[in-house]
């Protein structure tokens, strides 16, 4: 509000910044509440990645895909139902580097077919493609 109108923008608590022009100031609260959830699932996909995790590069683990608040992983089937990994991919969800003051909870679910499947299988709030996807609890 204030801020944004003196400022003309406004920053997540990851510092990513989006201007506003003071006629669309009332949009800062949503801006910076959406861009947090986005610097969130954005950051857990980074910790997660083979490429700077080694417990996902020595499962196996490919991100496939973001799909708003879901991360989609492929992994062998024997790693997609083992619960050491399912933690690990949660904790990197649940533990932003910018702290929030509520806990982030995850939920996971595994889906050999597709996820179509995995939602159908799983209420419709999350699934997966052969593997395994995370996404907060609901």
């Known amino acids: 509000g204030m801020t944004c109108k003196a400022n003309g923008f406004v920053k997540t608590p ?25 610097d ?9 990645s083979p490429r700077y995790n080694s417990a996902s590069r020595d499962a196996g683990i490919e991100i496939v ?26 904790d ?20 050999s077919k597709n996820w179509k499947e995995a939602n159908k299988d799983y209420g419709g709030s999350i699934g997966a493609h052969s593997g395994s996807a995370i996404t907060p609890s609901r």
């Open 65 to 90: 895909a973001q799909v708003h608040d879901e991360n989609l992983f492929h992994m062998p089937s024997e790693n997609a139902r083992d619960p050491k990994i399912i933690r690990m991919l949660a």
């Open 40 to 48: 969130i699932i954005k950051e857990s996909a980074v910790k997660a």
């Open 92 to 111: 990197c969800m649940e533990n932003p580097s910018v702290p929030v003051r509520i806990p982030l909870r995850v939920s996971a679910a595994v889906s």
């Open 14 to 38: 990851y510092g990513r910044k989006r201007n506003l022009p003071e006629q669309l100031s009332w949009k800062a609260f949503n801006s910076v509440t959406q861009g947090w959830a986005a």
